[in-house]
């Protein structure tokens, strides 16, 4: 009732450094790829990108506000 040692085959993928062609569908129809994404996903770009630009025009404003402040 020993343990009995089980034979192991490593399997090893490697990419050939004349295959040229890796990664072409990546870039093929990206602004296709890019407004399809945008299409589906507007509610939530909106919803990430809105307050980002809302604490940046804010921070914008009170900086304008703070270096105004001291000629009054």
Known sequence: ???Q?????????????FQQKIMPGLWK?????????VS????S????ITPL???YAY???FQEKEKLEHRF
């Open 1 to 3: 009732m020993g343990k």
């Open 5 to 17: 040692p089980v034979r192991m085959k490593a399997v090893v993928y490697a990419l050939s450094p």
């Open 59 to 61: 921070v914008q404003n």
């Open 45 to 48: 770009a909106t919803l990430l």
């Open 53 to 55: 630009v809302g604490v």
């Open 29 to 37: 129809d990206l602004p296709g790829k890019i407004h399809h994404k």
């Open 40 to 43: 589906e996903n507007w509610i």
